[in-house]
Every structure is written in C-alpha cells, then in structure tokens.
Nanobody, 115 residues
Framework: QVQLVESGGGLVQPGGSLRLSCVAP????????LGWYRQAPGKQRELVAT???????NLADSVKGRFTISRDDVKRTIYLQMNSLKPEDTAVYYC?????????WGQGTQVTVSS
C-alpha cells in the first residue's frame, strides 16, 4: 500500500507562515506528478500546487505570490511553503501523487488560519 506521509499543519494567525511536508516512496517520488490539494468545510477539494520531477511548478491563482512548492530528491519529500496566510486558506491539505489514471493521497493535515 502506497503511503504519502504529511506533516506540518497547525493553527496560525493571519499573515503567518507554515510549511507542509510530504514524504513519498521512492518509486512514487521519482515518476509521479506530486502536489497539494485542499478541502475546506462544505467545499470541493481543489488543486493548490504541483511539481514535476524536473521541478516545473503550477500554482492556483489564489495562492500565487504567497505559496511555494519545492522538492528534496534526497529526502523524497515535497514541501508547501505558505506565507501571508489568510483565513480563507483554512482547510485540510492533502498530498497527492498522480500518474495517468492513478491517484494516491495522504491522510491530510489541518491548516487553520485564525486570530
């Protein structure tokens, strides 16, 4: 069973920062498109950011200029650096690995932005 292990969520004040991490198995890390999605209460899950093995990135318009996605090939880890957080960023954030019709998901980590 493929496991994507996330960490780094928590409670932060508006304007603050958090960094999420996701560790993937080597075979997944090397060949799958990796990324982050989020789901707020009562809303559909939405794409936040993706990164390819060549480090090409794609970010949702709502987070451009505030969030950065990166990867560490030695640690088999992707990161989501979140700055200037807003209350509307509050959601469960999920790590995702995608290839063709196959998706793997992490267990999710809660991010709450509130004063």
């Amino acid at each position: 069973q493929v496991q994507l292990v996330e960490s780094g969520g928590g409670l932060v004040q508006p304007g603050g920062s958090l960094r999420l991490s996701c560790v993937a198995p080597r075979i997944i890390y090397d060949i799958y498109l990796l990324g982050w999605y989020r789901q707020a209460p009562g809303k559909q899950r939405e794409l936040v950011a993706t990164i390819t093995s060549n480090r090409n990135t794609n970010l949702a318009d709502s987070v451009k200029g505030r969030f950065t996605i990166s990867r560490d090939d030695v640690k088999r880890t992707i990161y989501l650096q979140m700055n200037s957080l807003k209350p509307e960023d509050t959601a469960v954030y999920y790590c995702n690995a995608k290839r063709a019709d196959t998706d793997y998901w992490g267990q999710g980590t809660q991010v709450t932005v509130s004063s």
